[in-house]
């Protein structure tokens, strides 16, 4: 079914501009006990996810092929970039350029974090 407007049509062409909206909770419900990441959004051209890692579990990124941004929602631990650690807490953003090695360690409470990156 489809419902005319003056300006264009609703309906499937629709659905692919449609905004998403997305509740931290009901995303970390999906993650398992042993997993400590899961991606939500998955488009042509974004990718975006959730991170939520345990106290004393391992994040085992080590680089990615394009830039990626980071928010942290909550918690605070430390982000080893190309070897050099960074404090990061709740509020901070942080910008990894491509082929950067990284990876989020040394979080005395759960640390979640937000993930973006455009697709290649």
Sequence with gaps: MYLAT??????I???????????LGNI????DKDEYFVDFLNTKSLEAG???LRVDQN????????????????????????GKNHRVHKGTTIFV???TEHN?????VDLI??????KA
């Excluded at 970390?28 to 993650?31: H, K, M, V």
């Excluded at 990626?68 to 190309?82: D, K, M, T």
């Design 59 to 82: 994040d085992t990124q080590i680089s990615h092929p394009i830039d990626e941004l980071y928010y942290v929602i909550e918690g605070e631990g430390h982000l080893r970039i190309n």
């Design 28 to 31: 970390l419900s999906t993650l």
């Design 97 to 99: 350029p491509a082929k």
């Design 6 to 11: 003056d300006e264009f049509i609703l309906g």
């Design 13 to 23: 062409i629709d659905l692919m501009c449609m905004e998403s909206f997305y509740e």
């Design 113 to 118: 974090v937000l993930y973006i990156f455009p």
């Design 50 to 52: 959730i991170i939520r």
């Design 104 to 108: 989020f360690h040394g979080n005395q």
